[in-house]
């Protein structure tokens, strides 16, 4: 190979950049110069589920470490310091050729050419679960199976029909799970499946079963005696519609700790109130009481679903929902002002990136939210969204998730960063937004510990227009009862 100076070579890698971009420059913020010596003798050795890659390094001053490229994502290498010559990938795919690139780091930034190795992981076939049975008491489902005698379980995955995504993981030693909140009168395929060694989930083991039917009720969550005595015009309305539909019931905050969710499926709790500062420790002590908070943890924990909507999406951090460190923080509690747009909600998360990008486009329109439901495009953003609020006064009571704020992780983008780290599903953002900004419309998905819900926090979901009649009522009574329809 050709050597040049590391002197010589930091000389023209500045006199490129005083003189124009180098067309070796990476996105990474490295430069590659040609002349820098590589690795050699790279190898890729499989040791069961692990990848084992091993290389020497050159005989060259100014060496930093390594960067090891996978499938040629330069975007996200993985940088190595100093003189390692070995390293061990865990969870590729089985059956998956992999393609592993290594360069060699100088001082400043720059990097050698990439030295190349293939691996391939074979299949290896899991072990399932044995003796799977399933049994109906009301709404609960309960699994109960037997573990084969294997070595790496790490986790066992419970699951319905094919909603992998919002499995239950359970400890590894588990061997039974109760299911709570079960939907009805249709045959139920549960599935278990083992997951070894972190990222290898076995094909699993199926059993099906149906739970009778049980005339559901719906629940709205009360902060005062009645309706009229509610303190905010918005709230009177949820209120007074709610109970115009059939089979919904008021619930005082008395009454939680005996809510049975098999007879009463989902509980609505629907906070907006000018003023009110944020934080849920702020939101009305009738619900959040040591004693309320306790009880809707339990009603959650027994399979009730819970429906959170403007300012009480704050209550998603003490029932479990997000972490401490996840609360809605893009909040408003103005008394609003007047506007001539149309304020409208996107289930389009990612539209600029729809036609190909290093980000994801997730379209949520076929969820069951939006049943019966007309995308429009008032405001000419140049797509459809669902139009909730018209013109003239509107609260901008917004209580969301920035999820700039979390960064996108090992992720495409931050919305499917927000997702996994909350178990969740992102349904709409605000309508203007064209990339991945804010959640506003989430399903957090059941667990071991809690039920399902579903969070609104849009500003634009305003019961009660201060102006007039709102044109779009129509929408935000229709998306209402599709969520309670949908968590029943």
């Known amino acids: 190979m050709k050597k040049i100076s590391y002197g010589i070579f930091i000389l023209l890698a500045t006199l490129c950049g005083m003189f124009g971009a180098c067309s070796e420059f990476e996105p990474t913020g490295y430069t590659e110069i040609p002349d820098l010596q590589k690795v050699s003798n790279l190898r890729a050795d499989i040791d069961g589920y692990v990848v084992n890659l091993s290389w020497s390094l050159p005989a060259a001053d100014g060496v930093e470490g390594v960067l090891l490229i996978t499938n040629g994502n330069s975007s996200n290498p993985t940088r190595l310091e100093g003189s390692v010559t070995f390293y061990s990938v865990e969870g590729q795919p089985m059956e998956e050729e992999y393609l592993y690139t290594v360069k060699v780091l100088y001082n400043g930034g720059y990097v050698s050419e990439g030295v190349s190795v293939t691996a391939t992981i074979p299949y290896i076939e899991l072990a399932n679960v044995t003796d799977l049975e399933a049994s109906v008491s009301g709404r609960t489902v309960t699994l109960n199976w037997t573990l084969p005698d294997e070595e790496g379980i790490t986790a066992v995955k419970v699951f319905r029909a094919d909603e992998a995504d919002a499995a239950v993981v359970l400890e590894a030693s588990a061997t039974s799970c109760e299911m709570k909140g079960q939907p009805m009168d249709q045959e139920l395929t549960y599935t278990v499946a083992l997951v070894y060694d972190e990222y290898y989930t076995s094909k699993g083991t199926s059993v099906q079963v149906t739970v009778p039917y049980i005339t559901p009720k719906m629940g709205y969550l009360m902060t005062a005696a009645t309706i009229q005595q509610l303190p ?91 972490p401490s460190t996840m609360p809605p923080t893009t909040y408003g509690n103005g008394e609003g002002g007047t506007g001539t747009d149309v304020w409208t909600i996107n289930p389009y ?140």
């Open 349 to 488: 998360l990612g539209w600029d990136f729809r036609n190909g990008s290093d980000q994801g486009f997730y379209d949520r329109t076929s969820h069951p939210v939006y049943e019966g439901l007309t995308m429009e495009d008032p405001n000419n953003y140049g797509y459809n969204s669902l139009p909730l609020i018209g013109p003239g006064q509107r609260e901008d009571h917004n209580c969301l998730w920035d999820c700039n704020i979390y960064g996108k992780g090992n992720y495409p983008d931050v919305i499917r960063n927000f997702e996994v780290t909350t178990n969740a599903l992102v349904l709409a953002t605000w309508g203007h937004v064209r990339d991945h900004c804010v959640a506003g419309l989430v399903e957090f998905y059941a667990n071991a510990e809690h039920g399902r819900c579903i969070a609104n926090g849009f500003a634009a979901y305003e019961w009660n227009q201060n102006s007039g009649t709102n044109p779009y009522q129509h929408n935000i009574e229709q998306l209402t009862m599709n969520i309670l329809d949908y968590l029943k």
């Open 232 to 322: 905010d015009d918005d709230e009177r309305a949820a209120a007074a519609w709610f109970m115009e539909q059939e089979n919904a019931e008021l619930i005082q905050p008395s009454q939680l700790a005996d809510l049975d969710a098999d007879i009463y499926p989902v509980l609505w709790i629907e906070i907006d109130r000018v003023g009110l500062p944020l934080g849920w420790e702020n939101l009305p002590a009738e619900i959040t009481s040591d004693e309320t908070i306790a009880a809707l943890r339990q009603y959650s924990a027994n399979g009730g679903s819970l429906y959170l909507s403007n300012m009480a999406t704050q209550l998603t951090v003490p029932l479990g929902f997000v």
